[in-house]
């Protein structure tokens, strides 16, 4: 049977910055969520980190599936980002212990700019990032295979793996914003913000190592 989808305000040229302000609003509160678990959390074991991170991919789903109540999925999308900075907060303690805290603020640092500066260029240029969804789809799905790989094989060295990461998800970043700057009626503010946020966790793990490693060999 037809189902309607859920009616949220009609995107255009005109109020895509409005529609831009609060996914970045929704989306930096959730990394000062994020950033505060990690923190409080940063003394629990790998196990713990990986169950939350469990946790979140659950959560995704339910998001997705409360799209026809944005209230919701913005309480689901912060309890995610809770449980994302549990998720990391081993890591993140990993480097900290090795390099210090400057790794982690260099990190997110350069994260916070570089998603400013892929923005700008979304909404200066006209090019729409979301023809190149089919490469970055297949980027990714070779990145996770690499990945999987490499965990058990050891063949790719940590930082090329983590400047192929940044490459595929800047791609995916651009994509993104290319999504808000054309967003469709039932593209809510919540279900943009998810994306970036994704985007950007996953750039910040990928300077995390490339920093980690210069740090290292200084």
């Known amino acids: 049977m037809y189902q309607q989808r859920p009616r949220y305000p009609q995107t255009s040229a005109a109020n895509a910055p409005s529609l831009l302000g609060q996914v ?125 790989i490499g965990a058990f094989t050891h063949f790719l060295q940590p930082g090329v793996y983590a400047w192929l990461t940044l490459a595929v998800f800047t791609l995916l970043t651009l994509i993104d914003f290319s999504r808000i700057r054309g967003a469709q009626p039932w593209d809510s503010p919540v279900q943009l913000a998810v994306a970036i946020y994704l985007d950007a966790i996953n750039i910040f793990l990928a300077f995390l190592q490339i920093f980690g490693n210069r740090n290292s060999r200084d």
């Open 24 to 148: 970045l609003g929704i989306t930096a509160v959730g990394f000062l969520i994020t950033a505060a678990a990690s923190y409080f959390f940063r003394d629990v074991p790998y196990g713990v980190g990986l169950g939350a991170s469990l946790g979140g991919l659950l959560l995704l789903f339910a998001i997705n599936g409360a799209r026809a109540n944005p209230a919701v999925g913005l309480l689901l999308f912060y309890a995610f980002t809770f449980l994302e900075g549990i998720g990391i907060a081993p890591v993140i303690a990993r480097y900290v212990a090795l390099d210090g805290n400057g790794v982690v603020v260099d990190a997110a640092s350069t994260t916070g700019m570089g998603m400013l500066i892929l923005a700008a260029i979304s909404f200066t240029f006209g090019i729409d990032w979301r023809r190149f969804s089919g490469i970055a789809f297949g980027a990714l799905l070779a990145l996770i295979i690499v990945g999987l």
